[in-house]
């Protein structure tokens, strides 16, 4: 073998295993290419994903809160509706009062605060209604009045036991029934 040839084939050897090099090197170089490229199609997904789901709670928060809201502002007009008409139940229980009636209610009460807590047992009332409470309690009347819409309050001989027949206490025992007819 000449050394000229032995020169060519290192050569031609050189040159192939340059070439295989290059091609392995430009192989790498495409599949990491491919890789940067697929990692970053990956991330925009997960982005687009991640944005889609914020925007998707985001929005389900305000449809949240906009419900809320709704029910807060229903449950406030119903509430000051009720309010409304328990202020109408008020006055007409305190128009009541005036009815011709009222004495028969009233000889009733007295009769119920008797039973109650006893013969000897004082009556109180609003001042509009002392002298009907006089004339049906007679010395039991007590004139001392009570800040009432109606009705009246008994108090037990020893001053130790009470009974509010009034009409505001009547209704406040009954609110969640009144407020149940109402609503």
Known sequence: MSLDRLV?????R?????AKIQADA???????????????????????RMTAADIARERAQRIAAAHLLARKATYEARERRLQQSLGEV??????????????KLLERMVARVHRALGND????GRAEDAPTLSRIAGSRFDPTP????GGI????????RRLTLSFDELLRLREDRVRELLA
């Open 8 to 12: 060519e084939e290192i050569r031609q």
């Open 14 to 18: 050189g040159a192939s295993d340059l």
């Open 26 to 48: 430009e192989a790498e170089r495409a599949r990491l290419v491919a890789d940067r490229d697929r990692r970053l199609a990956e991330i925009r997904e997960q982005s687009e």
């Open 90 to 103: 008020r006055e007409l229980l305190r128009s009541s009062a005036a009815d011709p009636t009222y004495p």
């Open 121 to 124: 047992a004082r009556i109180r």
């Open 146 to 149: 009570e800040p009432i819409l």
């Open 153 to 160: 309050v008994g108090i037990s001989a020893d001053g130790r």
